[in-house]
């Protein structure tokens, strides 16, 4: 069995060129339908990382055996395709994290924190949101939002 680290070293090479420099911390997250550069209707799941310059968002196409067997009965899983989104840190105008209050309003409401980050947009210079929720964060989903709002 070939060892899947040469693909693993090439992918984080690619990545710490999209960010401009080495990644202090990424996580798994779902990039929500509101979200401005995503199309209505659109919940996606991808990797955040950043580094000191940027912030990337990278969703990968679903090519796999099962979203093979579903495409026929979805014509958004045969459109799916690879999204990279990079985004300059100096050009965020908000970064906000809003969570339930109270310990029994996060056991039972099933809401994981939302993010909410504004940036301008460097080909448009129009304002664009990013609403996310942190699916799993390498360094814990509390210290992974203190990075990125430093």
């Known amino acids: 069995m070939q060892s899947p680290q040469p693909e693993m070293d090439g992918f984080e090479q690619a990545l710490r060129a999209l960010a401009d420099g080495d990644i202090l911390d990424q996580a798994m997250v779902r990039l929500l339908p509101e979200s401005t ?3 209505k209707g659109a919940d ?3 990797l955040l990382a950043f580094s000191d310059r940027k912030i990337v968002f990278k969703h990968f196409a679903n090519h796999n055996w099962l979203s093979t067997l579903m495409a026929g009965s979805s014509d958004t899983m045969r459109d799916d395709k690879e999204i990279t989104l990079v985004i300059d840190r100096r050009s965020v105008l908000e970064l906000t994290r809003s969570a339930p ?4 309003q996060r056991l039972f409401s099933g809401n994981e924190p939302t993010y909410t980050l504004r940036y301008q947009d460097e080909t448009s210079r129009e304002t664009a949101t990013l609403l996310l929720t942190v699916v799993h964060a390498q360094s814990g989903e509390k210290r992974f939002f ?5």
């Open 146 to 150: 203190e990075g990125l709002s430093s």
């Open 101 to 104: 209050e109270g310990f029994w």
């Open 44 to 46: 996606l799941y991808g």
């Open 37 to 39: 550069p995503v199309e």
